[in-house]
Nanobody
Framework: QVQLVESGGGLVQPGGSLRLSCAAS????????MGWYRQAPGKQRELVAS???????NYADSVKGRFTISRDNAENTVYLQMNSLKPEDTAVYYC??????????????WGQGTLVTVSS
C-alpha cells in the first residue's frame, strides 16, 4: 500500500516557526512533483508550495519569503519549513504527490492532513 504520512503540525505563537514533514512509503518507482496545500475553515484548499523532482520550487504569494519547501529523494520525503507564522496561516495542511508504483500504476496521493494553529 502506497501512502503519505504527515507530521509536524501544532500550536505556535505569531512569529514562530514549524516544520512539516511528509513521507511516502510503499512500493514506489518514482515520485513526481510534491506539494503542500492548506485549507482554512470556510475556505477552499489552496496550493502553498510545490517542488519538482529536480528541485524547482513554486510558492503562493502569501508565503513567499517565509516558507521553504524541500525534499529528500532518497527518503521520499518532502518538508515545509514555516517561519514568521501569522494567524492567517492557520489551516489544515495536506501534502500531495503523484506516484508511479513498481506495478506501473500511477496514483495521486494525499496525506491525512495536519493542523497548524497560529495564535497567541
Amino acid at each position: 500500500q502506497v501512502q503519505l504520512v504527515e507530521s509536524g503540525g501544532g500550536l505556535v505563537q505569531p512569529g514562530g516557526s514549524l516544520r512539516l514533514s511528509c513521507a511516502a512509503s510503499g512500493s514506489i518507482f518514482r515520485i513526481n512533483t510534491m506539494g503542500w496545500y492548506r485549507q482554512a475553515p470556510g475556505k477552499q484548499r489552496e496550493l502553498v508550495a510545490s517542488i519538482s523532482g529536480n528541485g524547482n520550487t513554486n510558492y503562493a504569494d502569501s508565503v513567499k519569503g517565509r516558507f521553504t519547501i524541500s525534499r529528500d529523494n532518497a527518503e521520499n520525503t518532502v518538508y515545509l519549513q514555516m517561519n514568521s507564522l501569522k494567524p492567517e496561516d492557520t489551516a489544515v495542511y495536506y501534502c500531495n504527490t503523484g506516484v508511479m508504483t513498481m506495478a506501473a500504476r500511477y496514483l495521486e496521493l494525499w496525506g491525512q492532513g495536519t493542523l497548524v494553529t497560529v495564535s497567541s
